[in-house]
Nanobody, 122 residues
Framework: VQLQASGGGLVQAGGSLRLSCAASGPSISTYTMGWFRQAPGKERLFVAAITWNGGSTAYADSVKGRFTISRDGAKNTVHLQMNSLKFEDTAVYYC????????????????WGQGTQVTVSS
């Protein structure tokens, strides 16, 4: 499985960005896809996830109401719409997949994409 993330950048606080992650590989429809983020000097943390077929979603408390995860099944792509960005959202964002997982249980993903930097200026 290969994951290609895109869409990071620099934005002012209160602004918006949309991240995308294109997935390819065998049995990709059996994977739940999610986003994690890692700020400098901190551990990598779960952000959001969506199941590939059922559309069930899960979010970290810190992003609920501001971030929305969605999928385009035809293009095997997942998006993370990030609104009302805060300085503390600054991090490298990684997309990841875990096979047969629920959205609430991404746990330890099977595969990771490369990170994309999101920087929010205060």
């Amino acid at each position: 499985v290969q994951l290609q993330a895109s869409g990071g950048g620099l934005v002012q606080a209160g602004g918006s960005l949309r991240l995308s992650c294109a997935a390819s590989g065998p049995s990709i429809s059996t994977y739940t896809m999610g986003w994690f983020r890692q700020a400098p000097g901190k551990e990598r943390l779960f952000v959001a996830a969506i199941t590939w077929n059922g559309g069930s979603t899960a979010y970290a408390d810190s992003v609920k109401g501001r971030f929305t995860i969605s999928r385009d099944g035809a293009k095997n792509t997942v998006h993370l719409q990030m609104n009302s960005l805060k300085f503390e959202d600054t991090a490298v964002y990684y997309c990841a997949v875990r096979r047969f997982a629920t959205a609430q249980a991404m746990g330890s993903p099977n595969y990771w994409g490369q990170g994309t930097q999101v920087t929010v200026s205060s």
